[in-house]
């Protein structure tokens, strides 16, 4: 006979997002369980962010070696052992993985279960010889890699995100099956650990993001060597020798084919709701996700969907965002509602490239003549130039009233920067208050208050302003 809990929240799936809801709740001493079939800690420690930033950090470690020679620094040749870079990744993995452990979560109070789970109702969870009815439940699978239907594809050897860590050598020549961030991340990092690389793209690369500041990174980006083929589609794949053979076709028609050692599929994710029961539960679901409202309930009012298998933008900031919604309205019943307007995104190439709020396209659309772009560049910034990283731009995208609706910004810790403008975002705030704020010299921060201030270059050309400062001068 099956073993009955009732907690009052159960969650399905360990990673950011679940592991999100399921501390909080234990912290307000709420019973809990959360049910991971796989490794505690999910994509994005074990196969993703975390595994894929600290190879970029190996990757940049080895660039800034071979650019010593601007600084008047001149090393003897450059030594790249890629099974210690590999080893850097396992080591930051292990790091952070005690934060994430079963251990760590039983210890908060929360019952802890490693299984598959799936719904037999609308009501009910079933984990092993474990039955579970809980006040409310949140699923958060999370997404795997897509993997598209390449005639071939299927017969020869190729990577996901989930076994690209496990290289311990240099790839010779890696190709790569998509252009987006996560490509481009890789593509640059192993080619600055050595490997050749070549990316296809069938649409533009990087195409979500600032058509001019996402040029920027593709140009860095091929002057490092990497050969990146936008509008080129991929036919089909078969063996070459020990290795395998790329056959695309560009827009014009151009047959193009590309002999590799490795070929990596980043051409995008999907959701994790196979095998859920999701249909049993009376839960709508499609390729795209789970069908979530606002307040990220599914058509079964007692669950909740949150992170990549709610479809939407898929970011381990987002879960955890959506975490905090959910946990508000289980716990405090509080109106919640998902609002994508204020959720950044950051490709960490060098340059990196960041992104918030309306794009300069949506902004004109709804807001029309109103709207005002304003720049800065990195050259005009004296901490740039002191750290030879003058290549940038940061742009903001002001509205009526000088009020800020969107970002995007390419260059040297764009990332970083963009944290100040998702904060100014989110408080609605205008071009007063991001040019009136004290930045440090010499930050790149910088850059935020330089081009906020240009939202007032034609102040000073104002007549009626001119002859108040003339009447006011004649008092002394």
Known sequence: MAKLLTPDICVIGAGSGGLSVAAAAAAFGVDVVLIEKGLMGGDCLNYGCVPSKALLAAAKAAAGNRSQGRFGIHSQGLDIDFAKANDHVRSVIAAIEPHDSQERFEGLGVTVLRDPARFTDAETVSVGDVEIKARRFVVATGSTALVPPIPGLDEVPYLINETLFELRETPKHLAIIGGGPIGLEMAQAHRRLGAEVTVFEA?????????????????????????????????????????????????????????????????????????????????????????????????????????????????????????????RSILFRMPVKMNNAIVPWVTYTSPELGHIGLTEAEARQAYGKKVRVLSADYAGNDRAQAEGATKG????????????????????????????????????????????????????????????????ADVPKKVWLRGLLAILRKFG
């Open 203 to 327: 649409a533009k690369a990087l195409g979500k993001d600032d058509p001019e500041l996402a040029g920027l990174v593709i140009e860095s980006l091929r002057d490092e060597g990497i050969e990146i083929l936008e509008g080129t589609a991929v036919e089909r794949v078969e063996r070459a020798g020990e290795g395998v053979k790329v056959v695309a076709r560009s827009a014009d028609g151009t047959s193009v084919e590309t002999e590799a050692s490795h070929l990596l599929v980043a051409a995008g994710r999907a959701p994790n709701v196979d095998n859920l029961g999701l249909d049993e539960a009376g839960i709508n679901f499609d390729r795209k996700g789970i069908e979530v409202d606002s307040g990220l309930r599914t058509t079964n009012r007692k669950v909740y969907a949150i992170g990549d298998v709610a479809g939407g933008l898929q970011f381990t900031h987002v879960a955890g965002y959506q975490a905090g919604l959910a946990i």
């Open 393 to 456: 731009r940061l742009k903001l995208i002001a509205g009526p009233g000088g009020r800020l609706l969107g970002a995007d910004i390419v260059g040297t810790q764009a990332g970083e920067i963009l944290n100040l403008l998702s904060l100014a975002l989110s408080k609605k705030m205008k071009m007063k208050d991001l040019a009136g704020f004290i930045a440090p010299y010499p930050t790149l921060g910088e850059l935020v208050r330089r081009a906020a201030i240009s939202y007032y």
